[in-house]
């Protein structure tokens, strides 16, 4: 067997989760796949070979025979309930409870740990006098073959309890249906009983005869490929999870790059209307303001004329007609903006007046001096245009804009510092490939 370390580097243990970390902070989905990188890139992990299949198909009794000692419960009940773990010559080997022995329960959740996560070969174990193999037990073959396929990792299909079939011709029968049904596996025979008979009474024949010596064969040259099958596999997951990784960072860097072009054409949407209805304004307010004659407004009324239609109040009323009809040409083009009322930190308990043309304009009757300096001259019109594309700003629309476009940068940041840790995984996994040999 292989001689690999039983201790971990812890210090590297705790780096290869903090850089996996990072990476399933954006990349859920591939928790698993990190997972799976960050035991591949533990170069001081012995070789781990699980035993699965259905319960009481004498999967502890198997691994049992193949260590040499009794390191698994064995009993006629269902026995083992989670992850049984034995380093052995340098090879850890795991007994996970049974498939399907309780279908969504914890047990059935290290059993699929212990097959997908855990595995660099699995010993897939059916008992032959159950018969062929079920709906479950072929699927799950066909997707470890699936898997062996892509990564690497191997898959024995081993048929046990062969002592307990009446007869050569019945295991041929069973064994024949059972290879067309997993033709993808060579099947594998063993008896148990039979070696520890064999061991028991020294008989060379007897332990050739229940087929585990050969099987401990095939697990040696199958061993001897798991270094490069790690480095080839952890070489294959690296590529899909920065092939995502990428296209992640390219699709949330083109989401933040068309909110931020909308922001922007938003903003210019909002000047070219609100300088068009400004020089619109500012034509009106010259021609009301730019007529011959004195200036009425400037005139007060006597307490005697209080009652009365003075020249004036004439000019007063005409002059807030033009302001008032100014305003209201502005406001449509806010409110067309989705600028209307105040940011709630501006608001008072006067509801009327908590509106942006208010809180812009004032509330004050206007002279021609005031229409002049507020709509005609450019000091004026460059205070409204600032103080209205201030509002503008802090409209709803336009917060809720630029907050999405915050959580868009602060996730491309992330998806940019997950890239960074991948190329730490990368840099591991590097070192695996050069230790354990070419990719295959």
């Known amino acids: ?59 502890s009794r198997l691994l049992n025979e193949l260590i040499g000692h009794t390191a698994f419960a064995v009993a006629d009940k269902r026995e083992t309930v989670e992850l049984s773990a034995h380093v052995h010559q340098g090879v850890q080997w795991l007994d996970a409870p049974g498939l399907d022995a309780d279908v969504g329960s914890v ?43 892509r990564y690497g990792r191997q898959t024995l299909l081993v048929l046990t309890q062969i002592d307990q079939l009446s007869s050569d011709d019945q295991y041929r029968k069973v064994a024949d249906t059972i290879g067309s049904q997993a033709p993808a596996f060579g099947v594998h025979p063993v008896s148990s009983t039979r070696y520890r008979q064999g061991v028991e009474g020294g008989k060379t024949l007897l332990l050739e005869r229940s087929g ?34 990428t296209q992640l960072v390219d699709e949330r860097l083109a989401r933040v790059c068309d909110l931020r072009a909308q922001q922007t054409q ?26 011959p004659g004195p200036d009425h407004s400037l005139t007060p009324d006597s307490f005697a004329e209080q009652f009365k239609m003075t ?19 502005i406001n449509a083009v806010l409110i067309k903006h989705g600028v209307s009322e105040l940011p709630q930190a501006q608001r008072t308990s006067v509801r009327s007046l908590d509106n942006v043309m208010v809180a812009v304009m004032g509330v004050y009757v206007k002279y021609r001096k005031d229409l002049n300096q507020i709509f005609c001259e450019e000091a004026g019109r460059a205070r409204m245009q600032c103080e209205f ?19 868009a940068a602060g996730a491309v940041d992330a998806a940019q510092r997950a890239l960074v840790a991948l190329e730490t995984l990368e840099a591991r996994a590097s070192a695996l490939e050069m230790s354990g040999g070419s990719t295959a």
């Open 266 to 291: 938003q903003r210019q949407r909002f000047d070219f209307d609100l300088l068009a209805v400004l020089d619109k304004v500012a034509l009106d307010i010259r021609a009301l303001i730019d007529v």
């Open 107 to 149: 047990d059935d959740e290290h059993a699929l740990q212990a097959t997908w996560l855990e595995s660099d070969i699995r010993l897939f174990v059916h008992a032959v006098k159950e018969g062929e193999l079920d709906a479950s037990e072929r699927t799950l073959l066909e997707a470890l073959h699936c898997d062996g396929l």
């Open 1 to 59: 067997m292989m001689h690999f370390p039983d201790r971990p580097d812890q210090e590297q243990t705790r780096r290869l989760l903090q850089d996996s970390g990072a990476v399933v902070a954006v990349l859920p989905g591939r928790a698993h796949d990190l997972a799976r990188l960050g035991l591949l890139a533990d170069r001081t992990r012995p070789p781990v070979v699980t035993v699965i299949g259905k319960y009481n198909h004498g999967k």
């Open 311 to 329: 020249p004036g109040k004439r000019e007063r009323n005409r002059l807030q007609v033009g302001y008032s009809k100014a305003c209201i040409e």
């Open 389 to 407: 594309a201030r509002y503008f700003e802090l409209s709803p629309d336009r917060v809720e804009l630029a907050a999405e476009i915050s959580a």
């Open 212 to 245: 585990i010596p050969a099987l401990q064969r095939v697990l040696q040259g199958a061993l001897e490929r798991v270094p490069s099958a790690r480095a080839h596999e952890a070489q294959l997951l690296l590529g899909d999870v920065r092939s995502e990784l």
